[in-house]
T-cell receptor
């Protein structure tokens, strides 16, 4: 089993739609989690961090279920500019932040 | 404030040649990470420096890869000799010392093509 697993998509949605991505992780000791966004041929950039049950920032909501080792990202009122790959990222290693383990990413394409 | 910078942005070399990638982290960030994304795969961890010390190099593929961070500032990643399977995008990231929630900032990556 991979340490971090994501649905690869792609998710093709119209503008204004609500879309949700799922991510499962295997290390039950992980405490914090991140969603990064990566545009085509660009570097990953932090979108949200999650360390309690959830976090909300505008149209974006991240939720954490420790019992099920499951993280989700909800995007409401999708914009064309939301088109990107969304990476679920879990810290791992000694001290909890030795390295970041990346999921393969979920591709989102928002169309007019 | 300057972000994480990587050089070169692209490199095309022949199999058997040597390539050296460079990463300049954000000033004051003690933690520096190298990652790699090969075609169609997820971004994978290579190694982690804390200042000039290698904290974790468990992700280094083999002994053809050598990373250094002399003086705890910029880092280099040398591939010698390069093989076809080394092609991919090499990302560097830096992070200040903090807690698990402290953000890691990524450079724009070096796209390496071995032909």
């Amino acid at each position: 089993r991979k340490e971090v697993e994501q649905d690869p998509g792609p998710f093709n949605v119209p503008e204004g739609a609500t879309v949700a991505f799922n991510c499962t992780y295997s290390n039950s000791a992980s405490q914090s989690f991140f969603w990064y966004r990566q545009d085509c041929r660009k570097e990953p950039k932090l979108l949200m961090s999650v360390y309690s049950s959830g976090n909300e920032d505008g149209r974006f909501t991240a939720q954490l279920n420790r019992a099920s080792q499951y993280i989700s990202l909800l995007i409401r009122d999708s914009k064309l500019s939301d088109s990107a790959t969304y990476l679920c990222v879990v810290p791992s290693g000694a001290g909890g932040y030795n390295k970041l383990i990346f999921g393969a990413g979920t591709r989102l394409a928002v169309h007019p | 404030e300057a972000g994480v910078t990587q050089f070169p942005s692209h490199s095309v070399i022949e199999k058997g040649q040597t390539v050296t990638l460079r990463c300049d982290p954000i000033s004051g960030h003690d933690n520096l990470y190298w990652y790699r994304r090969v075609m169609g795969k997820e971004i994978k961890f290579l190694l982690h420096f804390v200042k000039e010390s290698k904290q974790d190099e468990s992700g280094m593929p083999n002994n053809r890869f050598l990373a250094e961070r002399t003086g705890g500032t910029y880092s280099t990643l040398k591939v010698q000799p390069a093989e076809l399977e080394d092609s991919g995008v090499y990302f560097c990231a830096s992070r200040r010392t903090g807690n698990q929630n402290t953000e890691a900032f990524f450079g724009q990556g070096t796209r390496l093509t071995v032909v």
